[in-house]
C-alpha cells in the first residue's frame, strides 16, 4: 500500500507535513534504528534534557531519556507492528527554577527510497501552555498515525488531517488568493467552500498585516507569523481570530501558506469584561479610600461628589440629605466646568428640585435606584419637574438612595442590630449633554459606594458621639464634684500651661490662694453636710468674680481654693479679691462658732509676676502661699500680698 505511493505524491505529502510541523506549536527530530538522530527542527533543542545533546548524529537517548527501555516500542513501529506510540506529561526544568511539560509522538515515517520504514519521527510539543490546543494537535496526531494505515494516496491523507482539525485552516497561493479550506473554517466564517475559493484572503481577514506578509513574502519570517486579527464573518459580525501561518516551499520556492485560526472573540470578550470589571474595582477602592480617610462628616460628603463627580465624569453630582420626606439645607454638590450649581447661597436646593430627584412625589422618598435615561421623554416624572431639571439642563439622572441605621447613642448598651434602617439620603449623578442609556455596573456601582457612604456616615456620627462623651468625660475628670469648680490636677495643668504662655508674651500672671476661716469649727458645729453647702456657697461666689474667660476658679484642697488671672497686674488681682469679700459678705453665711466673725469669712493671698527664665511657676505657688500664711497669722478676713514685686507697670516698662 505504501510502496503504491508515486514519488511525486510523496513529495507532496513531505512539504505538507514539512509546514504542519514548522508551524509553531510543534517541534520535531527523526530517529533511525539505532536510535541515531538524522534530523531536527530549529527549536526541538530547548525540550532535551541535555539541549546540546540534541545534534544529528548523536544518540537519541542522551538528549531524551525517556526513549530508554521503548526499545521493543520503537521495534514494532520499525516493523510496521505499531502505527504510533505517545509519551505525555513529560517534565523538564527550565533554569532549574521551573517547570514545563512536553508530549512525544513517535511515529514511522515514509521514505521514497525504501520499501520499508527505516525511520521514527519524533514530535515533541510543550504541553504546558493552552491546554486546548493540546487535545487539537493530539488529535492531529492521532489522525496522522490511523491515517498511515489506510494511506492511499497523499492528498487522502491531507484532506483528512484538515477536516478533522477544530480549528479553520486555510491554504491561500503565493498571490493571496484561497485555494482550500477545511470544514472548521466553513462553519466558523459561515462560508459555503465555493464562496471562498480563489478569494483573496483579506474577504474574511481585516487586518492588513497578514496580506502584506503574504503579499511581501520576504517578510515573512521561517518559522512563519501569527496574532490576532480581526475577521468578518459571512453575516458579517467581526469576531477576532487567532491566527498561526506558515510557509509551504519547495526549495527557495514559496508554493503556498498555510494558516490555521482560532476564534477567541468569546476570550476577548471575557478579558475586556474582566479588565473593567478590574477597572471599576480600583475605581471603587479610590472612592472608598478618599471617603473613609475621614470622620468629618461634612468632608466625607464633599469628598463623595467630588470623586463621584471627577473620576465617573458625570457633568452634577449631588448628595442631599433627607430627614421626613423632605430635603434638608445642607446638600453638597461637585459641578464639571460650564454647568451652574443647583444650590441656592444656604446649600439647599432651589424650589422644587428635591421632589425631582425621586419623579415628583409628595414626600422624598426612594427604596431602589431611579435611572431615567432621557428626561424630555421618561414617564417617571411629572410635567413639572420635568421643567425643572430642564431648566438646569439636566438630559439624564441616577439617583441611589443612602440608608443608614435610625441613630443610637454610643453610650446606649443597647443591641446595634436592632435598630431600625431608614433613608438617611440621596446620592444623584446628573449629565446634561446628551441623555443616555444608564448601564447596569454604574448603577451598581453607585449603590456600591452608597454603601460605603452609609458606613462611612455612621462611623463620622459614632465618632461626633464618642468627641461629645470623651468631653463630657474630660470635663468630669476636671471638676471638683461637690463645689463644681476645677479640681487640683486640672489646676496644675492649666497653672504650667499659663505660666509658660505668659512667659513667652511677657505678660503678667496673678495667683489669689484663699481658705474658709476656722472651716472645721463650722463642720463641727454644723456637720459635714452643711459644711458641703458653705464650700457650694463658697464656690458660687468664686465663679462669679471671675472676668476674663481665661480665668480659672478650683478648689485647691479640702477648705482651700485657688485662682489664676492670666494677663491680670497685681491691681487687678486685688479688684477681684476685694469683689469675692464684698460678695461673700453680702451672702452672710452665719458662723457663730468663729472667733474670727459671725459669718463665714475667706483669708487669701496674692501673688503677681511676669515668668521669665530666672523663675519658675512653683515659685509663685510658693509667693501665694507665703501671703495667704501672713493673712492667717494676722487675724484672717483679709488679704495679704507677696511684697516682692518680680514685675513691672505697663509704664515701667515702657
Known sequence: MFDAIDNGARQAMERTIQALLNLPQLEY????????????????????????????????????????????????????????????????????????YIDLYFLPKILASETRNGQIIVLVRDSTERMAT????????????????????????????????????????????????????????????????????????????????????????????????????????????????????????????????????????????????????????????????????????????????????????????????????????????????????????????????????????????????????????????????????????????????????????????NASIQLWGLLAVQVCRDARLWEEWEIELLQRLSEQVSIAIEQAQLYGQLQAANRKLEQLASLDELTQLFNRRHFNEVFDREWRRMARERQPLSLILCDIDEFKKYNDAYGHVAGDACLEQVAEVLRGCLRRGGDLAARYGGEEFAIILPNTELSGAVDVVQSIRDRLAARNLPHPASQVKARVTLSLGIASWVPSASSSAEELLKAADWALYQAKVRGRDRYCIYPYRKWKTPTERS
Open 29 to 100: 527530530f527523526v530517529i533511525d534504528r539505532d536510535r541515531t538522530i538524522r534530523e531536527i527542527s530549529v527549536g526541538v533543542l530547548r525540550f532535551g534534557d541535555l539541549p546540546e545533546e540534541v545534534q544529528i548524529g548523536r544518540d537519541a537517548r542522551s538528549p531524551f531519556p525517556e526513549l530508554v527501555g521503548l526499545e521493543e516500542v520503537l521495534d514494532d513501529l520499525l516493523e510496521r507492528r505499531r502505527t504510533s506510540f505517545v509519551l505525555k506529561g513529560i517534565a523538564r526544568f527550565a533554569d532549574d527554577t521551573s517547570m514545563f
Open 134 to 417: 493540546e487535545q487539537e494537535f493530539g488529535q492531529i496526531a492521532k489522525e496522522y498515525s490511523m491515517t498511515l494505515i489506510a494511506l492511499e494516496s497523499a492528498k487522502n491523507y491531507i484532506d483528512r488531517v484538515f477536516h478533522a482539525m477544530k480549528d479553520a485552516l486555510f491554504v491561500v497561493t503565493a498571490t493571496g488568493r484561497i485555494v482550500t479550506i477545511n470544514n472548521a473554517a466553513k462553519d466558523l466564517f459561515g462560508y459555503e467552500e465555493s464562496a471562498l475559493l480563489l478569494q483573496p484572503i483579506t474577504k474574511i481577514v481585516l487586518d492588513e498585516r497578514l496580506s502584506q506578509a503574504i503579499e511581501t513574502r520576504e517578510k515573512l519570517p521561517e518559522t512563519g507569523v501569527s496574532g490576532e486579527f480581526r475577521c468578518r464573518t459571512q453575516p458579517g459580525e467581526i469576531r477576532q481570530f487567532e491566527f498561526s501561518c506558515a510557509t509551504l516551499q519547495q526549495e527557495d520556492t514559496i508554493d503556498a501558506f498555510v494558516c490555521i485560526g482560532r476564534d477567541i472573540t468569546q476570550r476577548k470578550r471575557l478579558e475586556t469584561q474582566l479588565q473593567q470589571q478590574s477597572q471599576r474595582d480600583r475605581l471603587l477602592g479610590h472612592m472608598m479610600q478618599r471617603i473613609r480617610q475621614s470622620l468629618s462628616l461634612a468632608e466625607i460628603l464633599n469628598t463623595t461628589v467630588d470623586e463621584v463627580q471627577q473620576c465617573m465624569g458625570y457633568d452634577r453630582a449631588l448628595v442631599v440629605r433627607v430627614e421626613n420626606g423632605r430635603s434638608l439645607c445642607g446638600c453638597v454638590e461637585a459641578v464639571a466646568s460650564g454647568y451652574e450649581s443647583m444650590l441656592t447661597g444656604d446649600r439647599d436646593l432651589q424650589a422644587g428640585q428635591d421632589r425631582c430627584l425621586v419623579g415628583g412625589t409628595g414626600e422624598l422618598t426612594l427604596d431602589v435606584p431611579m435611572a431615567i435615561a432621557d428626561v424630555a421623554s421618561s414617564e417617571q416624572l411629572d410635567e413639572s419637574c420635568r421643567q425643572i431639571l430642564q431648566q438646569a439642563k439636566v438630559r439624564s439622572q441616577l439617583v441611589v438612595p443612602i440608608f443608614s441605621n435610625a441613630q443610637t447613642s454610643i453610650l446606649d448598651r443597647g443591641e446595634v442590630s
